[in-house]
């Protein structure tokens, strides 16, 4: 289990350093961008992109391990505590439980065969019992009988006593001077029986000495940690198993498991912990269950995660698209009219659409695409561009058959612009007839028309 993300574990160790019943949820993920980053990344008034990388990063690891009984947060002043992890890791839910494979039929067989042989004995200890009963009538000692009356024999017997006859020198040593008697202490000393020697006292255990309890406390989180760390993986070759193609439930388990564990208890936690976990990410919706098939899968990506996959072309293309289902949904456009430009004299219009809006007056909107890989913002330098394409559809001179002008210009790209790239297009004395369609207001745009990439 030591393929696990860097970034998740060291997440997780400063969320464990930091939990202790005391902090808040807010509290925890501070403290450990710190751990993370240094104090120097939150001096910062404007945090950087990285810092809300990582604050996302901690709340989705805190959320995971919440969701997966490491930790709970109280309802009432949001503090974190860490959970008793024990019995929870060892009980299967009732779900677990139902969904349990029934075709493991070497355990059956086992099971079978050990009922046999309880039944066998229980069935001659009868035949014994009512033998000694049909003996007894008769007045004959059965041989269970007769060795039970040994047996208290031997019980009842008491130990064989020895008299210690007292030696000459000793009979002269206890005379005295009135009679020539023994006197009564001596006189027990002769008579005191022999018995054999008491059996030697079992050794008890000595008691452990109790950890103090900080030593409790750093034991109990880094078994919790451990167990994070395990979980992690397991989750990880899970997602990783149904990202190709389905499986069912007892060939996730066989994965998971993947044939290594020789150890048959080992295996058997091993199974019961990924289907707990299998069980999990169901409810979170990370997977999906047909029960049809009996097989899970991925849910389909969303526009979140395919926006910046797509390659220049293709987003132009879903962004003329996604703009056309805008307008149509909302009814501000009439006899919409939407095409891409595919020529590379286009002057550096991407799409347009076209329409009539509610009093009659025609609109001509031209859009401008900018895919960007991730990491990669909209630059100054980008964004005067766009401005010399906007001048001169304004005030350029227009080929012949082209006179009409548009009236709204839109900046659409998937990724943000930078603050100076913002107050430049702020300051602009046509601005008003500007719209700069970030990666977030991209994806808003999609989300109000319904439209999946």
């Keep these: 289990m030591a393929d696990i993300s860097l970034d998740a574990q060291k997440a997780r160790e400063e969320i464990f350093k930091n939990v202790d019943g005391k902090r808040s949820r807010k509290q925890v993920i501070r403290l450990s961008v710190e751990g993370l980053l240094g104090k120097d990344e939150l001096k910062d008034k404007s945090p950087s992109s990285k810092y809300n990388n990582v604050c996302s990063m901690l709340g989705g690891v805190l959320d995971a391990l919440i969701r997966d009984g490491y930790m709970r947060q109280d309802a009432e002043n949001a503090t974190l505590f860490l959970c008793e992890i024990e019995d929870a890791r060892d009980e299967a839910p009732a779900e677990l439980e139902a969904e349990k494979s029934e075709d493991d ?104 000495k109790k950890p103090s309890k900080r030593t409790s406390e750093k034991a109990v989180k880094a078994k919790a940690l451990e167990l994070a760390n395990e979980d992690a993986e397991i989750e990880r070759i899970i997602l990783d198993s149904v990202k190709k193609e389905k499986h069912t439930r007892r060939e996730i388990l066989t994965i998971v498991e993947g044939g290594k564990s020789a150890d048959k208890d080992e295996a058997k936690r091993l199974r019961t912990r990924a289907g707990q976990l299998l069980s999990n990410l169901k409810e979170a919706g990370k997977i999906l269950f047909d029960k049809k098939s009996g097989a899970y899968s991925l849910p389909p990506k969303k526009n979140e995660e395919l926006i910046h996959t797509l390659s220049g072309e293709e987003f132009n293309i879903h962004t003329q698209r996604m703009l056309y289902e805008w307008y149509k949904k909302f009814g501000i456009l009439k006899d919409l009219k939407s095409e891409n430009t595919d020529s590379s004299g286009d002057n550096g219009v991407d799409c347009y659409i076209k329409g009539t809006d509610g009093m009659g007056f025609k609109e001509y909107i031209i859009i401008q695409s900018k895919h960007r890989d991730a990491g990669n913002v909209i630059s100054l330098k980008d964004v005067r561009e766009f401005i010399g394409i906007v001048a001169y559809h304004l005030f350029g001179e227009q080929k012949s058959g082209k006179a009409e002008r548009p009236t709204k210009f839109i900046y659409s790209t998937n990724s943000k612009l930078t603050k100076e790239a913002q107050r430049y297009m702020s300051a602009l004395p046509f601005g008003h007839m500007l719209l700069i369609l970030d990666g977030d207001e991209w994806l808003k745009k999609a989300r109000e028309c319904g439209y999946n990439i």
């Design 105 to 208: 039929s070497v355990d059956r067989r086992a099971s079978s065969d050990k009922n046999t042989k309880s039944a066998n004995k229980q069935r001659t200890q009868k035949n014994k019992a009512q033998t000694g009963e049909k003996a007894e009538k008769e007045g004959k000692p059965s041989a269970t009988s007769r060795q039970s009356e040994g047996v208290s024999e031997k019980a009842d017997a008491k130990p064989a006593t020895v008299e210690a006859k007292p030696s000459k020198g000793s009979r002269e040593e206890g005379k005295t001077g009135k009679g020539n008697k023994p006197t009564k202490g001596k006189a027990e000393q002769t008579s005191t029986k022999v018995t054999p020697p008491a059996a030697p006292a079992k050794d008890t255990p000595k008691e452990d």
